[in-house]
């Protein structure tokens, strides 16, 4: 009987063909409109300059690459190589140009160019304007036929790319949204319609027919994630890094929105003021909990309350094997905080939707 009610479930989800087809087509349009800003990259470029602006080449350095429109120049003397190659790991900056001053006198100062930057195009173009700009340089200084070498590499660092930031965001979004408002709308439906009181009058115990329902989403949920992953792949997001442990975070994490759905739909009543209450429950979270962001850049009066949203968490696992290529043991205090969220919103939704109120 169980594996019947749940096919039946299943079908009932499937059968809301506009709930299904948003369900993938809401976040592959942010997908896709992210991919199309982020291919050709960033309008300015971030470059660390290592250089000690109290001699005559160093001041020069720094002031024309200050007149190149397209750079954000920042100086930082002290810094040792090492440190250079930080800042472009921890993208803190896309190139470093170390002015490294003359051994002997005469002698020209060498700048070492070090570029981090994927796009080969703005790469070339990075490049080729410092190489213009150590030119031009050459020419002002006077009393010295070439003051400043220079020699370019690239940086040996794997870098994240925005959109590869925003690949498990999208995905998290879609799940939250899905599942909140999708099991919402459907149990007020239900409601709506007298199934549940239909339901009520047989002899199936209450929670093998709750147990069904939350059972389809999680399948929908499943097909979801995995449809959502593939776009996001081929787009370049590169969420399959994570595996099997990125899908079953994903999957796990829907469970708690899948509970608030029932929370809401048995605290609001009417299927427009619960629909209403989904979005208002989701939308803060989805921006929130740095599906597009990172909430690091969020002011540090918020992020306390940020870190208690089971998005963030849910996000932040996802993120870390995708990304930075954890295993899933490595995400347990993600994992535990998502836990927490699971039986408290379970032990709520028993308490909020009753059968006695349908």
């Known amino acids: 009987m169980t594996r019947s009610l749940l096919g039946a479930s299943l079908k009932m989800v499937l059968r809301d063909k506009q709930a299904i087809f948003w369900a993938l087509a809401f976040p592959m349009i942010f997908l896709g409109v992210f991919r199309l800003f982020s291919l050709g990259g960033g309008e300015t470029t971030d470059i660390v300059v290592v250089a000690d602006t109290k001699t005559q080449a160093g001041t020069a350095l720094v002031e024309s690459l200050g007149g190149v429109g397209f750079l954000r120049v920042r100086v930082e003397p002290g810094l040792t190589e090492a440190q250079a190659l930080e800042e472009l790991t921890t993208n803190r900056a896309d190139v470093a140009l170390l002015l490294i001053p003359s051994a002997a006198q005469g002698q020209p100062a060498r700048a070492e160019l070090i570029d981090a930057i994927n796009d080969p195009i703005n790469s070339a173009v990075t490049t080729a304007a410092i190489r213009s700009v150590v030119d031009g340089t050459n020419l002002r200084l006077t009393g010295v036929p070439r003051a400043i070498e220079l020699t370019s590499r690239s940086a040996a660092v794997e870098r994240t790319t925005y959109f590869q930031f925003l690949g498990p965001g999208i995905i998290g979004m879609g799940l939250m949204t899905f599942a909140t408002i999708s099991l919402a709308g459907s149990l007020s439906r239900y409601r709506e319609e007298g199934v549940l009181r239909r339901i009520r009058a ?157």
């Open 202 to 358: 047989t002899p199936l115990p209450p929670w093998r027919f709750f147990s069904s329902v939350l059972g389809a989403h999680i399948i929908v949920s499943l097909m979801q994630v995995i449809v959502l992953a593939v776009v996001a792949q081929l787009l370049g997001a590169k969420v399959f890094a994570g595996g099997i442990g990125f899908v079953l975070i994903a999957v796990y994490g829907t469970v708690i929105f899948l509970n608030i759905g029932v929370i809401i739909a048995g605290r609001v009543h009417g299927r427009g003021a619960v629909e209403g209450a989904a979005n208002a429950v989701t939308m803060p979270m989805m921006f929130l909990s740095g599906s597009f962001f990172p909430t690091s850049s969020l002011p540090a009066a918020v992020r306390p309350v940020v870190e208690l949203l089971p998005l963030t968490h849910m996000l932040h696992a996802m993120r870390a094997l995708s990304l930075d290529h954890q295993s899933i043991f490595q995400q347990w205090p993600a994992l535990l905080v998502m836990t927490a969220w699971v039986l408290g919103t379970l032990l709520l939704a028993r308490w909020s939707f009753s059968y006695a109120d349908a």
